[in-house]
């Protein structure tokens, strides 16, 4: 009744592309900004993109021009498409959903993470 799943990760060439998913499935919710965060091994979680429920998107300066944020409203998925990925791209992608119950609380959900590798 409440999940956030990623899915797309894999192992790709440095150069390559990957399309991530995030479908969220939360019962009475209004969601409002969904974004991307990534983790590499002794790393903090860092901020990778977000965008709003208006299709306002924000990236990373470290992935501007390389990775594009959208998402379908209506179906509550998320997507993040990296071209020219670099080996410091490789991570634990996760997704996160912000928004509102009907009763207007506001509450966040993360998803479990999808692995993103880029070699050499």
């Known amino acids: 009744q409440e999940q956030v799943v990623e899915s797309g990760g894999g192992l790709v060439q440095a150069g390559g592309s990957l399309r991530l998913s995030c479908v969220a499935s939360i019962n009475n919710f209004r969601i409002t900004d969904m974004g991307w965060y990534r983790q590499a091994p002794g790393k903090q979680r860092d901020l990778v993109a977000f965008i709003t429920d208006t299709g306002s998107a924000t990236y990373a300066g470290s992935v501007k021009g390389r990775f594009t944020i959208f998402r379908e409203n209506a179906k509550n998925t998320m997507f993040l498409q990296m071209d020219s990925l670099k080996p410091e791209d490789s991570a634990v992608y996760y997704c996160?959903?912000?928004?509102?119950?009907?009763?207007?609380?506001?509450?966040?959900?993360w998803g479990q993470g999808t692995q993103v590798i880029v070699s050499s």
């Open positions: 996160k959903v912000n928004g509102f119950r009907l009763w207007s609380t506001s509450d966040t959900y």
